[in-house]
């Protein structure tokens, strides 16, 4: 995922800030899941070896990339999608379901893990990690048709 963010930033990179700042924040919170990916225990090995701080902080870069995506650039992309092009708003609104499903599984591992503490139950973590891992490279992929279909398409209004 590391590899085709900076695929997305070489190509699309200085055409809007709002994607800019985006797609570094996507970096930060690719670092941050890859750390937390390094610390994969289930059970009781997973409560003694994830360090609650950690998690809390992605969570928080997670929320916040989500956030900019749906109220910055997603309404700069239909803005602009909306305004130059019926092909383009096609894919916005058959993209945009799909990327809300992404955004539940994401708001539903922060809503379990955000606030951990000693009580919390770390038994499926991994899998909760696993499955968002799933769920973010679908939400990337579906992120970059836009941020391709507005950069092709609409080079002259970026």
Known sequence: MLSE???VQKKYGGASKAIDNWL?????????????AGILPSGEAAKNAIDN?????????MVDYLSAGHFEVFDEIASKCETHGGESLELARSVWPKI???TD?????????AEANDDTDWSNFSAD??????????RFGYEDQLIH???TKHSEVA
């Open 129 to 138: 990690l696993s499955e968002l891992a799933e769920a973010l490279e679908d």
């Open 149 to 151: 279909a507005l950069y």
């Open 24 to 36: 570094e924040e996507r970096g930060e919170l690719l670092v941050r899941y890859c750390k937390l």
């Open 105 to 113: 599984v994401a708001l539903n591992f922060n809503d379990k893990y």
């Open 5 to 7: 963010l900076k695929q």
């Open 100 to 102: 809300n499903v992404t």
């Open 53 to 61: 701080s950690d998690v809390a902080e992605f969570c928080q870069v």
